[in-house]
């Protein structure tokens, strides 16, 4: 089992383009998560998805979109980056909301 | 809505050292704790977990916390350090309604040889 994957592991991107993170789970869990991780700011939910076929905002979803694509799959999108979203973000699952969650191992983000 | 505290930003401990890391929570119902470890460059690994029960949770690694209600804390100890052990430690908690998932801001440990 591979676990969390996430793509890509870095990214520079310039402020106003856009780009979707891909995140993929083998674990056949339920629910998967999008954080971001700045210093001295522990993990910040971004947005998470409880089921397949729901989403919802976390604490920090402005500027971003997420699609849960099947029970595998959830992206996250930044539709017109900024560089205040130059951070690392970590896609995570879990079998149920309040289960042990799982993490992929990141995507460095930085936007000049 | 839930919170965490991690009153300590950076500790640093000898190898072979005892270690305490504190965790406060606010949360008006019976919590699920969580201790994760982030090794430099890594993702987050699951070191124990509290849902219920015993009140006194072993780990990996030689990982152990302790839950107490009266205190709202859910700190890790871990007897002896090894210099492997040197990372970020995140308490977190969990609840079955509304923003599910809170992250303390986490500690930084450093361990001297």
């Known amino acids: 089992n591979a676990g969390v994957t996430q793509t890509p592991k870095f990214q520079v991107l310039k402020t106003g383009q856009s780009m979707t993170l891909q995140c993929a789970q083998d674990?056949?869990?339920?629910?998967m998560y999008w954080y971001r991780q700045d210093p001295g700011m522990g993990l910040r939910l971004i947005y998470y998805?409880?089921?397949?076929?729901?989403?919802d905002k976390g604490e920090v979803p402005n500027g971003y979109n997420v699609s849960r694509l099947n029970k595998r799959e959830f992206s996250l999108r930044l539709e017109s980056a900024a560089p205040s979203q130059t951070s690392v973000y970590f896609c995570?699952?879990?079998?149920?909301?309040?289960?042990?969650?799982?993490f992929g191992p990141g995507t460095r983000l930085t936007v000049l | 809505a839930q919170s965490v505290t991690q009153p300590d930003i950076h500790i640093t401990v000898s190898e072979g050292a005892s270690l305490e890391l504190r965790c406060n929570y606010s949360?008006?119902?019976?919590?699920?704790l969580f201790w994760y470890v982030q090794s430099p460059g890594q993702g987050l690994q699951l070191l124990l977990k509290y849902f219920s029960g015993d009140t006194l949770v072993q780990g990996i690694k030689g990982f152990e916390a302790e839950f107490k209600r009266s205190q709202s804390s859910f700190n890790l100890r871990k007897p002896s350090v090894h210099w492997s052990d040197a990372a970020e430690y995140f308490c977190a908690v969990g609840a079955n309604y509304g923003q599910n998932f809170v992250f303390g801001p986490g500690t930084r440990l450093s361990v001297l040889p």
């Open positions: 995570a699952s879990s079998s149920s909301l309040v289960d042990t969650q799982y």
């Open positions: 674990m056949n869990h339920n629910s």
């Open positions: 998805s409880a089921s397949e076929g729901t989403t």
């Open positions: 949360y008006g119902a019976t919590p699920y």
